[in-house]
């Protein structure tokens, strides 16, 4: 070999050397510094935005029957995997919530390939009329923000067809197989060492002992090694009843005012239109279930019985067609409570979430229906 092949082959050696070193580097800077505080509510809003694939990793590696929700604070709020788990025939069945707030289809579709990889027993997947409004009235910081969170967790065959429904804008803040591979912790990092940076300096403070952030008691989330975590998927930590904090008068305003005019805002104002993005990616997550025989659970949840009879008339047919679509796919049960006449205002937390009572009336109507979907699969 000559002294350019040689010289060469050294320059080869190093740059693959340097990618790796680069490559090793960069996942523990994700692994131990930028995660943690993505957990803990120091780099976003709630630990609940970033623990998504984490939670698809235990589901994984979970022996037993696996029933997982997928949706917005309205499942947070709504499911409770205790319970559930009690009245379930079956002793050998785990629920999990994966409610995230303030969430879009359009964002959850992202642990479609995820979830099918780790093949659940049953998929309880939220369809309610806010889950159907045009993307256009969403917030572009939130979508950019849950894209680049997921980023930090995604691993490279979770990647799937779900990529091809995002908008070009929204696009970039994906990190890629190889293209733009780091860029979610390059947006984190900085603010992230910084944290660290001040709990080092603090510790002159603080008897030389270095600051942990405790968390906010709502917002944080343990993390996968912690030993509430398991727990902690099964039920989450809810708010103590939001129209408790109402007096009379304050509550009687609530409801024949203020649940009205929340009603005239987008979110409840679902259509149907070629290019409705969030109902696109409803229908693409139902129908890449579906393909992979896993059953499906379309849960319209309960709104405030306030809400109900103030809605206009045929306010969410376009909420009720599509519900009737996606019934044709296989292995598809749709449960609307929307129209049920059950409920009353002691059941929620605030128009659309509910509370304790509320919860306990879901467990008892869904765990008999989970039954009856996970028997007609076997």
Request: net charge negative.
């Amino acid at each position: 070999m000559g002294v350019w092949g040689s010289d060469l082959l050294k320059l080869s050696n190093s740059l693959v050397i340097g990618l790796l070193t680069i490559l090793v580097v960069s996942q523990a800077l994700s692994q131990y510094i930028i995660q943690p505080l993505t957990y803990d509510g120091t780099l976003v809003r709630t630990g609940r935005y970033s623990f998504t694939f984490d939670a698809w990793d235990t589901i994984g590696n979970d022996e037993q029957e696996t029933i997982v929700g997928i949706g917005t604070s309205i499942t947070q709020y709504a499911l409770s995997g205790n319970c559930i788990e009690e009245e379930l025939n079956s002793f050998q069945s785990n629920v999990y919530n994966l409610g995230v707030p303030g969430s879009l289809p359009y964002i959850e579709m992202m642990q479609t390939t995820a979830a099918v990889q780790n093949n659940p027993s049953l998929i309880l997947l939220e369809m309610n009329p806010i889950n159907m409004y045009p993307l256009v009235f969403a917030s572009d910081e939130y979508i950019e923000m849950r894209i680049k969170l997921n980023s930090l967790y995604i691993h490279s065959s979770d990647y799937g067809k779900w990529t091809e429904l995002l908008r070009p804008q929204d696009a970039i803040h994906l990190d890629g197989v190889i293209a733009n591979r780091y860029g979610s912790e390059s947006t984190y990092f900085n603010e992230a060492a910084e944290d660290y940076l001040q709990r080092f300096l603090d510790r002159k403070e603080n008897d030389g002992q270095w600051q942990h952030n405790q968390g906010h008691w709502y917002l944080s989330t343990p993390t996968p090694q912690s030993s509430k975590w398991e727990e902690y998927l099964g039920d989450p930590v809810w708010s103590p009843r939001y129209l408790d904090s109402l007096n009379i008068t304050e509550l009687e305003i609530y409801e024949n005012e203020t649940i009205p005019q929340q009603l005239q805002r987008p979110r409840y104002q679902p259509i149907l239109e070629e290019r409705n993005l969030n109902q696109m990616a409803i229908e693409y997550m139902v129908k890449e279930f579906s393909e992979n025989d896993i059953p499906v659970i379309l849960i319209s949840y309960p709104i405030h019985p306030s809400a109900v009879s103030a809605l206009n008339k045929n306010q969410f047919e376009a909420h009720n067609q599509t519900l009737e679509n996606l019934n044709s796919y296989h292995g598809v049960t749709v449960v609307n409570l929307i129209w049920e006449n059950d409920w009353t205002s002691l059941d929620f937390y605030d128009i659309e979430h509910l509370d304790e009572p509320g919860r306990e009336k879901i467990c008892a109507i869904i765990a008999p229906k989970i039954d009856e979907v996970l028997n007609m699969a076997a």
